[in-house]
């Protein structure tokens, strides 16, 4: 365990940039690995999730060479993997083990996956359920829980799945394993959500067609075994990890900061629109497409905010985001209501009652639904905090805290930012370099 403790330090001030998107890194690896010759990729995130994915993807038989600051994936082509001689370990990352499970679910060996103990407390079954009807078999523990051994189908079978629940992770696990099924295998999903692996399997020269269906929705289908290409690939700054800044920026009174070269695909910026809607003052600049995704330069300055309703459908726009936003929240004025947000209980740890019980001991009134939140903000004077808040081995459960101890009366102590490595290396050092005060703890 690593505890951390933030103590009170405004104005936060400069120009930074953050590390790669952790989901397009994943992709990038995973795609790549599925293509056949190389694929150079720049701005990876070299943090432990997606480090995780880089050494299954060696373990499944494909050769990944660090070149500068490149990373070049040697892909054998659809349908070329090879039977890993151990256990995939996934560490803290579902979305490791869940595209993983899609890509090796048309191959024709034993793949076994592990993980840390979060990980192996998360929900399975959602991709377990289409990719059984692909042909796969399954194993787990009970409840559908890692470890979890896969035999991928010999004979795969093409299908039309319709997302029970929002899910890029699920969606992105049939396609993947779609790409080595004779025919074509379709995914329709009511609510959309990130649309990376969509995009790049594209860049990578597969047929795929996405249409817009009612009420918001979408089907995608993916014509399988045709040959993917291996490409070059740049990733974006994370949107995902430039948001803890970006709110400690807002709620610590005086600052400015400019966060460059950030991702703003629009299924991931629910979060700017309800800090825009929250009053927040935040700017885009320097818009540009970097390869596949637009990017933006973020200007924000500190300001008051006010408390919104978040709407349902927003959320998956936004699902990361909620440890953060629920900061916000407890610093602006008046009630955030957040609904429809049961999703966050299956993260890497139960998010809906990790934020309750924090912002509880930080000195905020909450209440807490089975998917609802209510925060009621601290009406324009600093939030107490002065909490150990433990983080039950969540990444953003302890950066958000982090960046409530910013502007609070008192410090906010983390009892583990261990797991802050797992998504966002160089937290502590980069928000220190803003101006903020975040060291171990004794
Ligand atoms: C991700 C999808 C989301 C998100 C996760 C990354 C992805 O999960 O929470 O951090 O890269 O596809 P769900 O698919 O469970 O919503």
């Not at 103590?7 to 690995?33: E, F, M, N, Q, W």
């Not at 290409?229 to 994370?238: A, H, K, N, S, T």
């Not at 300001?303 to 985001?321: F, K, N, T």
Request: aromatic share 4%; net charge negative.
């Amino acid at each position: 365990m690593t505890p951390m403790v933030s103590s009170p330090a405004c104005p936060l001030a400069g120009a930074i940039t953050v590390p790669g998107d952790k989901s397009i890194s994943h992709r990038a690896l995973i795609l790549g690995a599925s293509a056949m010759g190389v694929s150079r990729i720049r701005g990876l995130l070299e943090a432990e999730d997606v480090l995780a994915t880089l050494a299954a993807i060696r373990r499944l038989g494909v050769k990944v060479e660090a070149a500068g600051s490149e990373w070049q994936v040697h892909g054998p082509g659809v349908g070329g993997l090879a039977e890993p001689t151990g256990a995939l370990d996934l560490g803290n990352s579902g979305t490791g083990v869940r595209l993983l499970a899609g890509l090796v679910a048309t191959h024709s060996f034993v793949s076994f996956f592990i993980g840390d103990d979060s990980l192996s407390a998360r929900p399975m079954k959602r991709v377990m359920d289409p990719l059984d009807q692909i042909g796969a078999s399954f194993w787990t523990r009970s409840g559908g829980r890692l470890p979890m051994a896969v035999r991928g189908a010999a004979d795969p079978l093409p299908i039309t799945y319709r997302l029970p629940v929002a899910s890029a992770q699920v969606k992105s696990a049939v396609l993947l394993a779609g790409l080595n099924v004779p025919g074509t295998t379709t995914v329709i999903e009511p609510q959309p959500t990130r649309d990376h692996t969509e995009r790049m399997l594209r860049h990578f020269g597969a047929e795929i067609e996405v249409e817009d269906i009612d009420a918001g929705g979408r089907r995608i289908s993916l014509a399988g075994q045709q040959e993917l290409l291996g490409r070059d690939l740049v990733v974006p700054g994370d949107l995902s990890s430039a948001a803890f800044p970006l709110v400690a920026a807002l709620v610590c009174p005086g600052s400015r900061l400019t966060l460059r070269n950030i991702g703003i695909n629009p299924l991931r910026t629910g979060l700017l629109t309800t800090l825009r809607e929250m009053g927040a003052r935040l700017s885009l600049t320097n818009e540009r497409q970097a390869g596949l995704e637009p990017v933006a330069d973020i200007v924000v300055e500190s300001g008051p905010l006010r408390g919104v309703s978040v709407p349902a459908r927003r959320v998956p726009a936004m699902i990361d985001e909620f440890p953060i936003l629920a900061v916000a929240a407890a610093y602006a004025e008046g009630v955030t209501r957040m609904t429809g947000i049961g999703e966050l209980r299956v993260k890497e740890s139960d998010r809906l009652s990790a934020m309750a019980r924090g912002l509880t001991a930080c000195g905020i009134v909450v209440e807490e639904g089975e998917d609802w939140l209510d925060i009621v903000g601290a009406q324009g004077s600093p939030p107490l905090g002065g909490a150990k808040v433990p983080t039950g081995m969540d990444h953003r459960m302890a950066m958000a805290f982090l960046v409530f101890g910013c502007a609070s009366q008192r410090p906010v102590e983390v009892d583990d930012a261990g797991p802050i490595g797992t998504s966002f290396p160089g937290f502590a050092d980069l928000m220190n370099g803003i101006g903020a005060r975040i060291e171990n703890a004794q």
